[in-house]
């Protein structure tokens, strides 16, 4: 399909490309050709307010009719082909494998939220009245949900299709019955246009208001701005960096009337390793963190970016096997020159600071390319350089080391909000397992037992999300059934009339 570099306003494709920016290939390190508009100000404005339009119908449609519609988008980027895969691989440096896997979960998403709407898990609760009741009969009341209205959407940069045009926000958002409004982000403008080309394509098929999707490109920060200030806008899903997510925020804060920003901003994603669990496998968890910090280049929230450790007698045998496999490690291609920069410029600073040691770095390559960092330092240090416990996006990991346990366990007070962290242990350890487990679980959105961070299963029990900074709204998720419920709001129905009910909420 061609790609035209404007933005699809409300069915539309508008905006002028000569004065906008130029996508960059990660893989060759060199602009791409095709140029994308930057959105007006007008065309910003056109495509809320058609998502408010559109909402009037959209947010009426039986949850079947939601769900042919999401499985249709599914089908139409099942039908972009190759041509989305290598889009999306040429602009941010990921292999065809990871892509191929990312479209599949992108259109898993979507047949969730379906079949869930078909089977009505977000039906309700229906409470029948009892006249009888002393002292007072109790009224009949219903409790349903609604869609809070238009939801705009900020693409990530590190998932072109999971977390991006029709990822796991777009996903839930149109599942609860919301028009979106998605600002693609400029790392994989390209992918995001194929993307909402299945879109609108869905949205013909299924014959729906051409305003309940509208993509919108560019460089421009007002944008987003204008996007999250205007006053049809009723939530906003972001996932990206801690700075440019508080500066939103503060710009939601500012508004008359305040709405929802769920934002996931940053993690370090701490690793515990208990002492009997080192004795016995000190090689093998040393090459599973390194091969759990090496997916997608470190470019992953979850990535474990802190590892906590005894300093024992098994501690040398753990941190020499670290340093053999950072050691044989290929430098990689990052998500866009500013991530790289960015990068370079951290482990740079890292291995300026007083009692932090540079134990590793991996293979070297060409310029643009990054190469995996492993340093550690004491707790002592950890609490002397706050820098460390800020999200370093890409293939660092820090080892803190610890003189015993009851310094691990101070370690965890230390922390700032996660969204995973992982207990690593053998029977031996489960006593103080479960004095780990009990506060870090205030700390993190999910904890895990012998097993790395890295991946997240998209099902009912899942949270993604955790306290500031991982989320800006801890008792939410971004994935998962639950995600939905960002996006819809509660309404009880009081001695209703059937033909006043939701098809839901009546007998």
Known sequence: ?????????????????????????????????????????Q????????????FIT?????????????????????????????????????????????????VGQLGLFANLLRSGEYQGIIE??????????KPDTRLGYLPVG????????NFPLAFST??????SALAAGCPVVMKAHTAHPATAELVAQAILKAIELCDLDNGVFSLIQGENYAISSQIVTHPLVKAVGFTGSERVGMILQQQINQRAEPIPFYGELGSVNPQFVMAN?????????????????MMGQGQFCTSPGIWVVVDDENYATFEQSAIEAIQTQPAGVMLTPGIRECYQSTVSHWQNLTGVKMLAVGQQGDAHLCTAALFSTDIANFIENPALQEEVFGSCALIVKCTDFAQMQQFVTLLRGNLTASIHAVDADIEQARAIAQPLAHKVGRLIYNQMPTGVEVCASMNHGGPFPASTNVRSTSVGSEA???????????NMPKALLPSLLQD
């Open 166 to 171: 029709a990822g796991g926000d777009t996903a």
């Open 150 to 157: 238009v939801v705009a959407v900020f693409g990530a940069s």
């Open 277 to 293: 669990k080192l004795a016995a496998d000190a090689s093998e968890i040393a090459q599973g963190l390194v091969a759990s910090l």
């Open 128 to 137: 029948h009245a009892n006249p009888t009741r002393e002292p007072l009969p």
């Open 484 to 494: 939905i419920k960002r996006f819809q709001r509660p309404i009880c129905y009081q």
């Open 1 to 41: 399909m061609a790609i035209t570099g404007k933005n699809l306003i409300a069915g539309q494709w508008t905006g002028e490309t000569q004065e906008g920016f130029v996508a960059f290939n990660a893989v060759l390190n060199q602009p791409m050709t095709d140029k994308f508009a930057d959105a007006s100000e």
């Open 43 to 54: 065309e910003v404005e056109t495509a809320i307010t058609q998502a408010h339009q559109a």
């Open 58 to 106: 959209y947010s009426q449609l039986t949850a079947n009719e939601r769900a042919n519609f999401l499985d249709t988008i599914g089908e139409q980027i099942i039908a972009l082909g190759d041509e989305l895969i290598a889009t999306a691989s040429a602009e941010t440096g990921l292999p065809v494998a990871r892509i191929t896997g990312e479209r599949g979960r992108t």
